[in-house]
């Protein structure tokens, strides 16, 4: 089955420690994304991709650090630069297209920092 | 900024009632997306709506985007638990294709 995997499901960290999180997709997608989900919130972009090796900041980039060096590939590092990094991360991939292709959700990481 | 505006934040409703969640933009769209994300999962796609006026339906779900592009409506008839969950508007504006997302609306349905 085609899909988008995110690892691991739930992720616990000390302050002050770099954490890297997984997302791998075999849909064949050409765009990828990181999104931020707080509870209560919306959706907030931190970082998105449309090809390999290019990568583009979102809406709150700060304090994350990404890379494409894959089609299937785009992991996405939580710096101890981020304030706030406790919240449940999203990654998506979609189409590249005419208007904005549905965006295909991975199940999320949920991280946790002490 | 553009701005997309999503009511109400709660709903809570009686099994078999119709629910009715919203979505203003600030600004003209080009397209509005829709998600549901079921407790404890991610957002999975509903529908894409392209066209002014446009309105489509799956089943009980009925899906319309305004004459004007800028508001956008999700209605289900006769919710059942199943409906139970947090609905997400999303759309993009012009040659951005980035999309801004609504905040969501949430439904809770009384067996």
């Known amino acids: 089955d085609g899909g988008i995997t995110q690892s691991p499901k739930y992720l616990f960290r000390k302050e002050g420690q770099n954490v890297t999180l997984s997302c791998e997709q075999n849909?064949?997608?050409?765009?990828m994304y990181w999104y931020r989900q707080d509870p209560g919130q919306g959706l907030r972009l931190i970082y998105y991709s449309q090809i390999v090796n290019d990568f583009q900041k979102g809406d709150i980039a700060e304090g994350y650090s990404v890379s494409r060096e894959k089609k299937e590939s785009f992991p996405l590092t939580v710096t101890s630069a981020q304030k706030n990094p406790t919240a449940f991360y999203l990654c998506a991939s979609s189409i590249v297209g005419t208007y904005n292709s549905p965006l295909h959700f991975g199940n999320g990481t949920r991280l946790t920092v002490t | 900024g553009q701005q997309v505006m999503q009511i109400p934040q709660y709903q809570h409703v009686q099994e078999g009632e119709d629910f009715t969640t919203y979505c203003n933009s600030s600004?003209?769209?080009?397209?509005i997306q829709w998600y549901k994300q079921r407790p404890g999962g991610h957002p999975v796609f509903l529908i894409q709506l392209v066209k002014s006026g446009e309105v489509k339906k799956q089943k009980r779900l009925t899906f319309q985007f305004g004459e004007a592009k800028k508001n956008s409506s999700l209605h289900i008839t006769a919710t059942q638990t199943t409906d139970v969950g947090t609905y997400f508007c999303a759309g993009s504006a012009g040659n951005n294709r980035k999309l801004i997302w609504g905040l969501g609306t949430s439904l809770a349905v009384n067996p």
């Open positions: 600004t003209t769209l080009s397209n």
């Open positions: 849909l064949n997608h050409d765009a």
